[in-house]
């Protein structure tokens, strides 16, 4: 027995005429394969429909501000590594550039030429610095505990300065929502 | 949309996000209702209504005034739903596949009542689980929402022959899997009580 179009019929909710409700009529009558169907198709309907809306638990709109807070630290903390990354990338692009126009302008040699005579420069002026030191503490050796003591504030001073930038640049980029509930 | 509501999505969009609270209060059990039929369970609901409301937040200047924001923000929570749901699908096996145990509270003040709506809505989500994610969304707009076609089409990015074609299918499948649970609860009932073999 074919079942079409009755099976449409059942399932389609359009509106049928009446000689069409009839035909299906006398078709339930007679097929026990689209009864069962239809009748399902209404207990499922009906399942449905007497199935009641949830509600989230209480507290819902809190609980969405504190995931608003959470989520805009995190976007902020994403613009700060773009920021930054941006930055790097674009010193690093122009010292590139900067390195690869110095490399076509100028010829090899003569760059490890001057390289070579700058280093020996460098290490003519510590020599010196060094014999002038050599002769202040030959000269007055009473000189040598306050010059170490100036050595040893300045250097300390330093790593002070360098463990500051470094906590202020951890604490700039740590995930701020301590201390936020969420749910 | 009504006036208030106008003003509370105009307010929002100035950066009030004390206003768009009140919408959030508002729209949340259809938005969670909504994301509990297409995930089928609270934790993940839950999940999934806040993150639409967050991207309703933030794309907020993209909402046009003359559509429904009920239907916008129904849309935006189906479309993470399926988008979840297909994840969900490639990365783990769904905890759906495994049908739950149903405990009556016996505190509650009806445990036998309480017992049997958990039954039904242990039935209609195992009936829901065999639909692919978009059929499901037009199956919880349609019947849960009661919405129309051409609503389901704006809110689904489909066309009005589509809905149709996948509500037809949907419904086929919804009561065939029903009378597939059925023949199967009718043969586990008449089993102890068959006679032996010998």
Same mark, same amino acid.
């Given at each position: ?11 389609? +909710? ?45 507290? @819902? ?14 976007r ?21 550039t ?12 003569? +760059? ?9 420069? @460098? ?41 500051t ?19 | ?29 259809p ?21 639409s ?8 200047k ?29 990365s783990?096996v ?23 709506e ?9 009936l ?29 990015n ?32 008449r ?8």
């Amino acid at each position: 027995m074919s079942h079409q179009p009755f099976e449409t019929w059942l399932l389609s +909710e359009e509106q049928l005429e009446t000689e069409q409700q009839k035909m299906l009529q006398s078709h339930l009558d007679e097929c026990d394969n689209c009864t069962a169907l239809s009748d399902a198709w209404q207990q499922v309907h009906n399942a449905i429909t007497a199935s009641p809306e949830l509600t989230p638990a209480p507290g @819902f709109a809190r609980r969405w501000h504190a995931h608003l807070s959470v989520y805009r630290q995190e976007r902020q903390q994403r613009k700060m590594w773009f920021l930054t990354l941006g930055l790097f990338a674009a010193a690093g692009a122009i010292f590139l550039t900067l390195a690869l126009l110095n490399l076509l302008s100028t010829s090899w040699t003569y +760059e490890i030429s001057q390289f070579i005579a700058n280093f020996s420069l @460098f290490a003519a002026r510590i020599n010196q610095c060094w014999n002038v030191i050599e002769s202040l503490t030959d000269a007055f050796p009473v000189l040598i505990p306050i010059m170490a003591f100036f050595s040893v504030g300045i250097l300390s001073a330093l790593s002070a300065l360098v463990v500051t930038w470094f906590s202020s640049l951890i604490k700039l980029y740590r995930p701020a929502n301590e201390g936020v509930v969420v749910r | 949309m009504s006036e208030q509501e106008a003003l509370w999505i105009d307010r929002a969009l100035h950066g009030d996000d004390t206003t768009f609270g009140y919408l959030v209060d508002k729209y949340q059990k259809p938005i969670f209702s909504l994301c509990y039929r297409m995930l089928g369970n609270r934790n993940d609901a839950e999940d999934a209504a806040q993150e639409s409301f967050i991207r309703a937040y933030r794309y907020l200047k993209k909402y046009d005034p003359n559509r429904s924001f009920a239907t916008w923000l129904l849309s935006i929570a189906a479309h993470y739903c399926i988008d979840r749901m297909r994840k969900r699908r490639l990365s783990t096996v769904s905890t759906d596949a495994i049908p739950a145990e149903i405990i009556a509270d016996r505190n509650a003040p009806n445990p036998e009542r309480e017992y049997r709506e958990q039954e039904k809505e242990a039935l209609i989500k195992h009936l829901m689980n065999n639909l692919k994610p978009i059929d499901r969304a037009t199956v919880i707009l349609r019947y849960w929402h009661e919405y129309s076609e051409v609503e389901i089409a704006e809110a689904l990015n489909l066309t009005v022959s589509a809905v149709k074609s996948r509500l037809y299918r949907s419904r086929q499948a919804l009561a065939n899997s029903w009378m597939a649970s059925e023949t199967a609860t009718t043969l586990s009932e008449r089993r102890p009580h068959e006679s032996p073999a010998f």
